[in-house]
């Protein structure tokens, strides 16, 4: 599955219907969503609750994706301090080489949910690969401070075969970023490949101020509609919007005659979003514009409001 981002003021964009796709409810408290790489299945197999241990039965958990933060994001991050070595393509897929897919937990979760480390093979009995797999979850502050809150190393006869290699469970803390780090290790515990993966955990709400330029308009065509996010947790959204008067006590809906994209868009805590909004045919009065933005990992939505009036 490939996943287009388009960049614009930090704003990151992507289709609605992909979006929507990879953006899924699952397991635990607020969901995983799994960075993937491979030919992943419809479902993957995994073990029962994580228990910090390797798990081998198998029951159904659904895949989901992040569109948000791809596995080698976190090289690039400034609060990411601790050196790991590139993926070698040895055998994670990277660069159109290696032997294995993996899906690991990333982006935005609640605090005290499950993450997972999973190696998918293109053969149906494995990868044969005899090797120490030595999975690292470490903890960043704002000032890059790094500790290591779970460590552990499991020895892999053939990977890609039953359940996860690793599962466990975040913390019980909020505001606080993390690396999950994957190395595939020889018997010498040299390291032959790695991957990583980025986990935010921020505080489940929604701080964000829905305003127009102008407090008045006369004669104008189109206001500036401007969407700050406040943070801490990152803002999905569409471009749609609606309009309603004041008729008395009451707002009512004004009737748009406007199509809009199927286009959805990430905002970042401290960022903000302008967009365009026809006041062309409005009539003299009070109005607001109304918009919907949602936190998708966190199951948290809110309707802004920006009031307006023309005269």
Wanted: hydrophobic fraction near 35%; charge should be negative; proline fraction near 6%.
């Amino acid at each position: 599955m490939k996943i287009i981002k388009l960049f614009n003021r930090k704003l990151i964009m992507l289709p609605l219907a992909a979006a929507l796709f990879f953006i899924l409810p699952g397991c635990g408290q607020g969901g995983d969503n799994l960075a993937e790489q491979g030919n992943e299945p419809d479902e993957v197999r995994a073990g029962s609750p994580p228990d910090d241990e390797t798990h081998t039965n198998e029951e159904d958990i659904a895949v989901v994706d992040s569109p948000v933060y791809g596995a080698s994001d976190c090289r690039n991050l400034p609060w990411t301090k601790k050196e790991f070595e590139e993926p070698s393509g040895k055998w994670f897929l990277h660069n159109g080489e290696g032997l294995l897919g993996y899906q690991l937990t990333t982006g935005t979760q609640r605090a005290g949910s499950s993450f997972v480390v999973n190696f998918i093979a293109h053969k149906d009995e494995g990868e044969t690969m005899a090797r120490t797999v030595r999975v690292q979850l470490i903890s960043f502050n704002e000032d890059g401070k790094e500790e290591i809150v779970k460590e552990k190393e499991i020895f892999v006869e053939t990977a890609g075969k039953g359940g996860p290699v690793y599962s466990g469970y975040l913390p019980e803390k909020e505001n606080v970023s993390y690396v999950l780090a994957v190395e595939i290790l020889n018997k010498a515990g040299e390291t032959e490949d790695t991957m990583l993966s980025c986990i935010y955990v921020p505080e489940p709400e929604i701080n964000a101020e829905l305003m127009t330029d102008k407090e008045a308009y006369s004669g104008e065509k189109e206001l500036i509609l401007i969407l700050e996010n406040h943070g801490p947790t990152e803002l999905f959204f569409g471009v749609d919007y609606a309009v309603e008067k004041k008729e008395a006590d009451s707002w009512v809906p004004v009737p748009l005659d406007l199509a809009f994209i199927s286009i959805g868009l990430y905002l970042p805590p401290g960022e903000e979003y302008e967009s365009i909004v026809d006041i062309s045919e409005l009539p003299p009065g009070e109005y607001r514009v109304l918009k919907n933005v949602r936190v998708e990992e966190l199951d948290l939505q809110e309707m802004l409001t920006a009031p307006f009036i023309i005269e």
